[in-house]
């Protein structure tokens, strides 16, 4: 985004656009806040309005064609276009550097339409085995039910052993920057490489980074979804999720999309580079209908201003409660990229070189019975589910988000009996600390 591209007028009829100096980029603090920002030509409103309706007038008989056909936008219905929305999807496009995104009802249902979009009943998706549970679970649910195969690669995979799973009913390559709850950062270029040498996409989902810490597609990625419940929205607020479109991938010379690419009026043909995100607009989500409401966009959109400062700040948070628990009896373990300890230390300083995000994931030495002491002496942190929130939260994970595996798939998904995630907030970090410092004493020291 250039300044001379906002604000831009949501209407048919544009607003003069201002003068503006410097040609060149902004900067990511400024993009949060004006990337995709809107003045509705008729109000002159500054604050993006809540735009609570359900669908738009047409000009007249070619208009309605028109947008049915996508000439000039799908807004037709808010199922899929609500001008609230758009601007969310076009900042987060924007601060991913991407071309086109959308914003939907949750972080799992962008996970759901973004793969819709690119496989069938048949189709095979290789994925990174440190994911965050809910999209496995949907994997080896409701994915498996309607025919899709998703196979599960270790991360000591050579390249060869990659491309040996590939096959042609292959349809991308899925994985997440920072896997939640592990934190084990994923190699986004190799990924990258590997995809696009088999004609196939690699899909990222980069929640625990936020577009703050890392934009995979810098990197190679070609789709990137969010969970915006999380540090986009970032006050615990609101479910959203998103899915932007890095505009690269060439649909038509993969030949595996023909969804994509074929037919006359391919949207490859129409739409370009933006190809993917319109048909995932205007057929698949306009389809299953995953629409997140206006009201929730409008929290999601006074989150996004902040990011940067509210990630920077919980960052070191972060930072230091992973120091200060790293060297504590009561603690086997601490999972954070961020220290120089950590196996994924190197590569959290290739691509998170602001930070490697807001989530300590714990292993206490006393296992599950530590655990459940150290949950319960908790005052300030709360105990729950979610990331990403300003207030800070705890969670064991085998009895919780785990739970329904067994003991041998906990093992081998590396949920141990004394595993907690934490996700650090905004309090100041000596309050967290003395909150966790009590916890940590009533977990205590196993005795040999
Ligand atoms: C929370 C989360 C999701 C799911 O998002 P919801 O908004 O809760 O549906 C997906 N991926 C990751 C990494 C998450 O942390």
């Not at 129409?270 to 966009?297: D, Q």
Request: aromatic share 6%; hydrophobic share 40%; glycine share 8%.
């Amino acid at each position: 985004m250039t300044p001379d591209q906002y604000p831009v007028t949501m209407s048919e009829h544009p607003a003069p656009v201002p003068e503006q100096p410097a040609p060149e980029a902004l900067d990511f603090a400024t993009r949060q806040i004006h990337a995709g920002a809107v003045v509705d030509s008729q109000t002159k409103a500054r604050v993006t309005p809540i735009y609570q309706t359900a669908g738009y007038v047409f000009d007249d008989f070619d208009d309605g064609e028109d947008r049915f056909a996508g000439r000039s936008g799908f807004r037709a219905y808010s199922r899929n276009e609500n001008p609230t929305n758009a601007v969310a999807g076009q900042r987060l496009a924007d601060l991913e550097g991407g071309v086109d995104g959308i914003v939907v009802s949750s972080g799992q249902a962008a996970i759901a339409v973004a793969l819709f979009a690119l496989a069938e009943t048949g189709d095979h998706i290789l994925a990174t085995s440190s994911l965050y549970e809910g999209t496995r679970d949907m994997f080896k649910g409701s994915l498996r039910r309607q025919g899709l195969t998703i196979e599960y690669v270790p991360d000591d995979a050579t390249d060869e052993e990659w491309t040996a799973r590939i096959t042609d009913r292959t349809k991308a390559i899925y994985t997440e920057t920072i896997p939640n709850p592990l934190n084990q950062v994923a190699d986004l270029e190799r990924l990258a490489r590997i995809a696009h040498a088999a004609g196939i996409p690699l899909v990222v989902d980069s929640t625990v980074a936020t577009p703050y810490l890392c934009r995979p597609i810098e990197w190679g990625a070609d789709i990137v979804i969010h969970s915006t419940s999380k540090w986009l929205a970032g006050h615990g607020s609101v479910i959203g999720g998103a899915i932007v479109d890095g505009g690269r991938f060439d649909w038509k010379a993969s030949g595996r999309f023909p969804q994509l690419s074929e037919g006359p009026t391919s949207f490859v043909d129409r739409f370009g580079a933006g190809a993917y995100l319109a048909y995932l607009r205007s057929v698949v989500v306009l389809e299953y209908g995953p629409t997140v409401a206006a009201n929730s966009t409008f929290l999601l959109l006074h989150g996004i201003e902040t990011l940067s400062v509210r990630l920077a700040q919980q960052v070191a948070n972060s930072q230091e409660v992973a120091e200060a628990l790293s060297i504590r009896p009561e603690v086997k373990a601490v999972l954070y990229p961020g220290l120089p300890s950590d196996p994924f230390h190197e590569r959290a300083k290739k691509y998170l070189p602001n930070g490697a995000g807001a989530v300590v994931t714990i292993d206490l030495a006393g296992g599950r019975e530590a655990a459940r002491r150290f949950i319960d002496a908790l005052r300030l942190v709360s105990p729950m589910t979610h990331i990403g929130d300003v207030r800070s939260m705890a969670i064991h994970l085998g009895s919780t988000i785990h739970a329904k595996l067994t003991d041998e798939e906990k093992l081998a998904a590396g949920i141990t009996p004394g595993l907690v995630r934490l996700s650090i907030g905004l309090e100041s970090a000596r309050d967290i600390l003395a909150d966790l410092d009590r916890g940590l004493l009533a977990a205590g020291v196993p005795t040999a």
